[in-house]
């Protein structure tokens, strides 16, 4: 296993190096053509991806997990979809990001490269492997993706599509590659290939991310997961509120980017608890709420400690009743995972303070949390969402993928001393 993935990362090197060459028009025909390609295979690619479907529930999965998996004629056209936009952005290979010239004629530009080879560890969606190839492709890098057993079928499919796409357009094929997934060695083989693979990238579950962030010698961004809050401040309209939790909640809960806890402040609790508690109801939602939360919401069932630090992923949410906009920033800070926050008020004062505060990658005033997105955003998709803070913070799209280097232009000059 080992000899594979190692011999996978060479040719994801060759390839790289040719990657970083190319002019923005050759890149973003390859893009198109990949879009065009998904488009044209949409019958064996939902085939394949009902295969994953179908063993995944005889083996209980759970429905969140079942929810990523599934693609369905809009979903790959929603990828596909995907990949246009992100030929439409700017290329950032060769940005400069600064430059200057020295008193001694020396002149410096710091422009944006290509990481190289990118690595991505990932479960069951499948999108995945279609935004991860096509971000890596823009930015330059080589991709080598590790999904997982469960999207095996489905990824195999995507992955040979996108490779024909690009020997057709005379690019190395060898830019996309699908690692073994049957082992979870290959794991390992790929975030410890050092000198090989310049970053890791993994995207999942809580397990998942610790046991490559925790185990890799490659450098890694960490994706974490998403505990999201929103808080209803006393000064919030109500109504706005209202809307913006069942959004944030129901939308999609299968997603890192869904609400999994609701603070409310104690000056609107009694005129809110209950209507936000019945239209939780009303849309399936199962509500785990603290003892003042479950005093003006009848039904509702008692949060324990292990509540608040659950990313549910799934129509659940934990909710309490808080005393201030300090009480709700240190729950925040006590149980967030850094991943996105959200606050609704009409004051100013208490939304500067909430976003100055709390420290998330994303922090969210009047809005729903499900706009912490690469696409909502404007990049075209994502890698992933990044909760760290070094290199990378928030929604990871083709800037993100890249690194810097300076290049400096001299005549002849030489270091005094």
């Known amino acids: 296993m080992r000899d594979e993935v190692h011999s996978a990362a060479r040719r994801a090197r060759v390839a790289a190096g040719a990657l970083a060459q190319l002019r923005r028009a050759e890149k973003d025909q390859a893009l198109l053509a990949m879009a065009d390609a998904l488009r044209a295979r949409v019958e064996p690619i939902l085939a394949a991806n009902a295969e994953d479907v179908r063993a995944g529930q005889d083996a209980g999965m759970t429905s969140a997990l079942v929810d990523r ?6 979903r790959v056209e929603a990828i596909a979809g995907g990949l246009t936009k992100v030929a439409a952005l700017p290329d950032p290979v060769g940005e400069v990001v600064r430059g200057a010239t ?20 990932y479960e069951a969606r499948p999108n995945v492997t279609v935004d991860a190839a096509g971000l890596a492709l823009k930015s330059g890098n080589a991709a080598l993706l590790r999904g997982s057993s469960s999207a095996v079928h489905t990824n195999t499919v995507l992955v040979e599509v996108m490779r024909e796409a690009l020997t057709e357009q005379g690019l190395p094929a060898d830019a996309v590659q699908l ?9 390992h083989h790929l975030i410890t290939a050092r000198g090989l693979v310049d970053l890791v990238i993994p ?12 185990g890799a010698t490659v450098p890694t961004v960490e994706t974490g997961i998403g505990n999201c809050h929103v808080y209803v401040d006393a000064g919030a309209d109500l109504d706005v509120a209202e809307r913006l939790v069942i959004n944030s909640k129901v939308r999609r809960p299968s997603v890192c980017n869904a609400a999994e806890t609701l603070l409310v402040h104690a000056d609107v ?14 849309a399936g939602v199962t509500v785990h709420g603290d003892e003042r939360f479950a005093a003006l919401a009848p039904g509702t069932l008692p949060a324990t400690e292990e509540d608040w630090d659950t990313e549910y992923l799934s129509l659940d949410i934990a909710a309490a009743v808080v005393d201030s906009l300090d009480d709700a920033i240190a729950h925040i800070a006590e149980h967030g995972s850094q991943h996105t926050e959200a606050i609704v008020t009409t004051d100013l004062a208490a939304a ?14 009047n809005a729903s949390t499900g706009f912490t997105d690469g696409e909502e955003f404007g990049m075209g998709a994502e890698i992933g969402i990044s909760t760290q803070k070094l290199h990378a913070r928030g929604p990871m799209g083709l800037a993100e993928l890249t690194t810097t280097k300076w290049i400096v232009w001299g005549d002849g000059q030489v270091r005094p001393g």
């Open 179 to 187: 690692l073994p997934c049957e082992d979870r060695a290959s794991v």
């Open 269 to 282: 609790a009694e005129r809110f608890v209950p209507s936000i508690a019945a239209a939780l109801r009303v």
């Open 69 to 74: 998996l599934t693609l369905t004629e809009q």
């Open 102 to 121: 020295l008193a001694n004629g020396l002149a410096l530009r710091q422009v944006r490269v290509p990481m190289g080879v990118v690595g991505m560890v």
């Open 352 to 365: 500067n303070a909430f976003t100055a505060r709390v420290d998330a990658a994303a922090v969210i005033v």
């Open 203 to 214: 995207r999942g579950g809580a397990g998942l991310i610790s046991s490559v962030v925790l």
